[in-house]
């Protein structure tokens, strides 16, 4: 996951999808593909859960990002919206915006 600039197409998607909620209320992340969710997912839920256990640290190379990326989606109630910019290039593992409203 990287820091990017919302473009405003997307930002009008998410306004069209999310009426009357500002994008401050929105947590808004950009993925260039679902492994980086799945790093992510790793990095936030998986080792904090098991920190404690030394073998944890040695799992990172193995572990499968896309079947960790898609558990991460599946577990929010949220939206993708896909990044085009009108070539096309986008599939279904990215690059895309994943929108969930702030808990």
Do not use: H
């Not at 998607?13 to 009357?20: A, K, S, T, V």
């Not at 929105?26 to 256990?53: H, M, N, W």
């Amino acid at each position: 996951m990287k820091t990017q600039e919302i473009p405003r197409s997307i930002q009008q998607e998410i306004q069209n999808y999310f009426p009357g909620r500002s994008l401050s209320e929105l947590t808004i992340r950009y993925y260039k593909s679902v492994e980086d969710v799945g790093y992510e997912y790793f990095r936030q839920k998986v080792l904090p859960a098991c920190s404690d256990r030394s073998v944890v640290g040695y799992l990172e190379p193995f572990i499968s990002f896309v079947r960790l990326g898609e558990a991460l989606i599946l577990s929010q109630e949220g939206q993708l919206f896909y990044e085009t910019d009108g070539n096309d290039v986008s599939t279904e593992t990215g690059p895309f915006w994943f929108v969930t409203v702030n808990s």
